[in-house]
């Protein structure tokens, strides 16, 4: 099992940066598959990008490809999502989660554990 907590979340103006952090406890972070996801009020959640157990292979979806970086760090636990140029639309609530087997990478099923989530809100 793993424990999951994000940071970083916070008021950016459209243009600007953030980077959040997720940070995990309790079993190997290096065996798991992370993604973010993100749910705006009164939307679906949706994946936002993923990357491989070991780091080499990232993921994203169409709308944050070319802004936002997912990276990794396995000897600190910790999962990094980089957002640039942001725009209002980005505005959501972030979660982190952590897969055991992930085949579809931008499933929520597909994923075991989550964390609690930190609010984005992009200013226009």
């Known amino acids: 099992q793993v424990q999951l907590v994000e940071s970083g979340g916070g008021l950016v103006q459209a243009g600007g940066s953030l980077r959040l952090s997720c940070a995990a406890s309790?079993?190997?972070?290096?065996?798991?598959?992370m993604g973010w996801f993100r749910q705006a009020p009164g939307k679906d959640r949706e994946f936002v990008a993923a990357?491989?157990?070991?780091?080499?292979?990232?993921y994203y979806a169409d709308s944050v490809k070319g802004r936002f970086i997912i990276s990794r760090d396995n000897a600190k636990g910790t999962m990094y999502l980089q957002m640039n140029s942001l725009k209002p639309e980005d505005s959501a609530v972030y979660y982190c989660?952590?897969?055991?087997?992930?085949?579809?990478?931008?499933?929520?099923?597909?994923?075991?554990?989550w964390g609690p989530g930190t609010q984005v809100t992009v200013s226009s």
């Open positions: 989660a952590a897969g055991i087997t992930v085949y579809n990478y931008d499933t929520q099923s597909a994923y075991n554990y």
């Open positions: 309790g079993r190997t972070f290096s065996s798991y598959t």
């Open positions: 990357i491989s157990r070991g780091g080499s292979n990232t």
